[in-house]
């Protein structure tokens, strides 16, 4: 079961539920390009399509800052390290990322630790790879 949610307030999980091994791809969208409709709607299509070939992806947000828009993207557990960057990975694709855009990810436990799930995680850039 996946939970899509508009996320007016600020959670630390998808509605509210703890998944100790998992955590959160984070894409932070500037109001300029007032481009987040439409990769919302990528994205919940995408997901109740199972365009994301796993069933560790455990919930889907939308928030609207004031500087900024947050989607976020949640997996159920990391301990297979593989899961994470696939999911990272079909976001790119799926929301026709540019290479040079920087996303991130945060642990459950560090979300909890600090009581954010956006502040303090980890920066990721997509880079290229010759096949």
Known sequence: RINAEYDGGRTCSPRGR?????????????HDNNFVDILWEKLLFNVVGENFWTPELVGIAVSRRENE?????????????E???SIGERLKEILNLDPSTVVEY?????????GSTHANAMKYVYTAIEE
């Open 69 to 81: 828009d947050i989607i976020t993207v949640w997996n159920r557990d990391n301990t297979q390290g």
């Open 83 to 85: 899961t994470r960057y």
């Open 18 to 30: 703890p998944f100790p091994n998992g955590g959160c791809w984070i894409v932070k969208i500037n």
């Open 106 to 114: 945060k642990f459950f436990h560090m979300a909890q630790k600090d």
